[in-house]
Structures are given as C-alpha cells and as structure tokens.
C-alpha cells in the first residue's frame, strides 16, 4: 500500500512522541516548568495525530464514495 502525506505525518508525530517520551524517561527535565512543557508537547502531538487520522479517514470515505 502507497504512504500518503497522512501516514508520513503521523509517522513524523509519533516519532516526536516517542522522543519527548524517551526525554522524560531519562530525567531530561530539571524543573517542573520544563515537564510541563514537553507534557504539553506530547499532549499536542497526540492532538495532531488524532486529527491527521480523522482527515486521513474522511479523505478515504469520500474516495469510497
């Protein structure tokens, strides 16, 4: 199956996750200013997966259609 501009996105976010995950797990923060920040990065990225997936599946319902 083809990659399509959605799936290198996701892709790209989910990397970004797994790499600010990896930050936090490795006690990359030293304050709780700088956990705050990539908690929200995280959450943001997360956003944005849901959001590329969502349009990735209206855009293969209207080729269905």
């Given at each position: 199956m083809a990659r399509t501009v959605f799936d290198v996105l996701i892709g790209k976010y989910e990397e970004e996750?797994?790499?600010?995950?990896?930050?936090?797990?490795?006690?990359?923060?030293?304050?709780?200013?700088?956990?705050?920040?990539?908690v929200g990065r995280i959450r943001g990225l997360q956003l944005a997966i849901?959001?590329?997936?969502?349009?990735?599946r209206s855009q293969?319902?209207?080729?269905?259609e």
């Open positions: 996750v797994a790499a600010s995950v990896q930050f936090l797990v490795n006690g990359g923060c030293k304050s709780f200013d700088d956990y705050r920040e990539v849901e959001a590329t997936k969502d349009l990735l293969m319902k209207d080729d269905d």
